[in-house]
Structure formats: C-alpha cells, structure tokens
C-alpha cells in the first residue's frame, strides 16, 4: 500500500504542521499554485514531490511542473491539473481527456475548495483538496492524505488548519 498526500494553492506558505500530517505519506501530490521553487523543494525534501503549476506560479516553477501529470500509482490511473473545475461542471480540457480516456483519479485545485466526490458519469473519483496555504479567500487550510492498494483507494483522512 501507497500512502498519498494531496494538497493545492500553497502560494509559498509551508509550515511544520502540513509537514506532520503529510510526514506519513510516501508521496505528495501538490495540485498547482506551489507560489515558488523554494516551497516546492522544501515539500520535495520532505518526501517525494509530483507537482503541476497553477496559474500564480512563475516561470522558475512552469519549467519544472507541467499543467498536467498523468501517471499509475499501483493500478490507479491518476490525473492532475490545477484548473480542472468539478463534475458537471469540468474544463472544456479536462472534459476532452475524459471522454477520450478517463482516469480512476482525477485531482485539481484552484478553487480553495475541499471536494471528494465520485462522478459517475466518468467513472472517476474527484478530489480537490482546497487550500494549504495562507492566500485567498478560504477560511480554513486543508490537506487530504489516503492509501492506494492496487485498485483501491482507501482511509481518506482530511486536515483542517486555522487560516493564520
């Protein structure tokens, strides 16, 4: 079994208590916004880091994390965007991908907004894990650790964090 740490829209804040619920992971996935390279390789000294960049981040960042990773964590067909919307309501691209070849796994940020949903339509589960950072408009940071066993996608656990 993987243990899988996701969060998004870090926006350069990092601190010791993401690091303590995600110290248990054997990977983060970070779902764009990193804010800058330095907050990217702090989390990559932690444990291993897939990362794409989201729309704040700069080019030292867009150079090292493409818009999209689509990759197998055990049997799990993974896809992660930062601009990727939710079901019923996708981005014409991400839309494309699934009706051309949906993934088990489909992870976004940039809303802020913790969702876990399963989309039938697609046949996917749906996560975004909201906010970790500081910026925006959010009340709470939140952060999403599970384990994956070949197919299986289980013990999804949330972190809820004072904004400040």
Known sequence: MKRIGVISDTHGHWDEKLANFLNSCDEIWHAGDIGNIKTAETISELKPLKAVHGNIDDARVRNEYPQFQRFHCEDVDVLITHIGGYPGKYERNVRDIFDENPPTLFICGHSHILKVMFDKK??????????????????????????????NITNLEVLELPKH
């Open 122 to 151: 697609y046949n996917l589960l749906h996560i975004n894990p909201g906010a970790a950072g500081r910026s925006g408009f959010h009340q709470v940071r939140t952060a999403v650790r599970f384990g994956i066993e070949g197919k």
